[in-house]
């Protein structure tokens, strides 16, 4: 009564939730062997940092408490005989495995498991219910936890879970459940069977190539392996992941120290080279703006290559294509009361079809000045106003891989890409002779939403 012949059930206690920058503070294995014999083993470990007064509230592991505890260092052999061989189980296994591959990272050393995450195989296997964190799963099937946000006290939890399950399921269903999740890629014939083990763990882009210089796909992960595996699957996601599967001669990988390269470098590989497959991820060309510059006429429709990035005022958006645009300015029309024909939505003679259902507060009978109506629909749109950009000049940020010890810089000037480096010199390169600045509203979009999580390096005008 087991999915597989070794089990780990793991737990991590950590001072915070990212594992690139938090450590952890305590392990708890608990490792089932041809689904009889246990074994447990936990530790107490010393993050080499001061453990938040929040997280000693929450898991009662104190400062006074790790003082004297190994540190990872000395306890990673150990974690790493308990792991060997087995299918390593947790919930929200993400965090934990992450927390345990950044710490070998900082050792030099890799680390890699066969994954189940109990909060996924719950929702597969009890989709009815809507939560599936640890407390929702103990509640729900009654399960006891003497320690609870103590590391070994989860792990039994889990334990428990899991034998729970093969008592209330058929054992085919939880089986089939299981190996659907760890099942893997099923390769194409025409790839060498050891295609995975070059493509590495890591950031990056990866480009799907037939027998012809251009690709046929372009993806992005911030695991190239896992999300290169995925398009194989047996059960083809998609219709395209099965024409790929047929098509596929070769796979290209470009490596990143992080998500924003990744993103950076998957958005331009696109554009330019127009893979066959990327329908949806192509439209990115065809992003707009709304232009409220003239209040006696309807939004003008701007494209990228229409907008001076240092003067973005009256500008509102970014929107995938004209076709969203409209379809926003109705959605706020119906809520405002703004006019059809003010707004360009319709062309007619007279009152709109809304002020004719009373829906309109009448710019188009005069009932209500352009100035007035523009000034309306500023205001509803002032949250979708394009931003000017925050710095004197030109930024790079840093990304940074500990698997990989890769690091990254980016520049970007007037929400302009220039360029990235992984070297001194590139980087030197780009600062000196830097590429004539091509105003994207794509780059536009991912800066807004990752300049405000990433360290930024403002550099000498």
């Given at each position: 009564m087991m999915f597989a012949p070794a089990v780990a059930f793991v737990d991590l206690e950590t001072t915070g939730t990212a594992a690139a920058d938090d450590r952890i503070t305590e392990v708890g294995i608990l490792r089932v062997d041809?689904?009889?014999?246990?074994?447990?083993?936990?530790?107490?470990?010393?993050?080499?940092?001061?453990?938040?007064?929040?997280i000693q509230a929450l898991t009662g592991i104190t400062n006074a408490m790790v003082a004297n505890a190994p540190t990872f260092r000395e306890v990673a052999g150990e974690i790493l005989s308990r792991l060997a061989g087995c299918v390593f189980v947790a919930h929200n296994a993400r965090f934990d495995y992450g927390f345990l591959k950044h710490e070998f990272a900082r050792l030099g050393r890799a680390f890699t498991a066969k994954v189940l995450c109990t909060v996924k195989l719950s929702r597969r296997l009890y989709p009815e219910y809507a939560c599936h964190n640890l407390d929702a799963v103990i509640d729900r099937h009654g399960l006891t936890c003497a320690a609870r946000h103590r590391a070994?006290?989860?792990?039994?939890?889990?334990?428990?879970?899991?034998?729970?399950?093969?008592?209330?399921?058929?054992?085919?269903?939880?089986?089939?459940a299981v190996i659907r999740m760890l099942k893997r890629a099923s390769i194409p014939p025409q790839l060498g069977s050891d295609v995975f083990d070059t493509i590495p763990e890591a950031p990056g882009v990866y480009l799907f190539y037939g027998l012809n210089a251009l690709p046929l796909y372009i993806g992005k992960s911030i695991n190239l392996r896992e999300r290169v595996a995925s398009h194989f699957s047996s059960d083809y996601r998609s219709v395209n992941d099965l024409r790929l599967s047929a098509e596929i001669r070769r796979i290209e990988i470009?490596?990143?120290?992080?998500?924003?390269?990744?993103?950076?470098?998957e958005s331009r590989l696109i554009k330019t080279l127009l893979p066959a497959y990327n329908h949806r991820l192509r439209m990115r060309q065809d992003m707009v703006?709304?232009?409220l510059s003239d209040e006696n006429s309807a939004p003008d429709y701007v494209k990228s290559t229409a907008i001076d990035p240092s003067a973005l005022e009256g500008l509102y958006g970014p929107y995938a294509s004209r076709a969203r645009a409209r379809a926003m300015l109705r959605d706020v029309a119906r809520q405002t009361r703004l006019c059809w024909s003010a707004l360009g939505l319709e062309r007619r003679n007279g009152p709109c079809f809304a002020r004719q259902v009373e829906r309109c507060a009448g710019a188009c009978v005069g009932a209500e000045t352009h100035a007035v109506h523009a000034a309306r629909l500023r205001e509803s749109l002032a949250s979708q106003a394009l931003k000017s950009w925050p710095y004197p000049g030109t930024i790079a940020v840093r990304e940074s891989d500990l698997l990989t010890a890769r690091t990254d810089v980016h520049l970007f000037r007037n929400w302009c890409w220039l360029g990235s480096a992984s070297d001194d010199a590139a980087l030197q390169d780009i600062i000196e002779s830097p590429p004539r600045p091509e105003f994207d509203l794509d780059i536009y979009r991912l800066l807004v939403k990752h300049l405000q999580r990433l360290p930024v390096i403002r550099l000498p005008a």
């Open positions: 041809q689904g009889e014999h246990v074994s447990e083993w936990s530790t107490l470990i010393d993050p080499e940092c001061s453990i938040p007064s929040g070994l006290g989860d792990a039994r939890v889990l334990w428990e879970f899991v034998r729970w399950l093969y008592r209330q399921k058929p054992e085919h269903e939880v089986d089939d470009q490596q990143t120290a992080g998500e924003l390269g990744a993103l950076l470098r703006a709304l232009s």
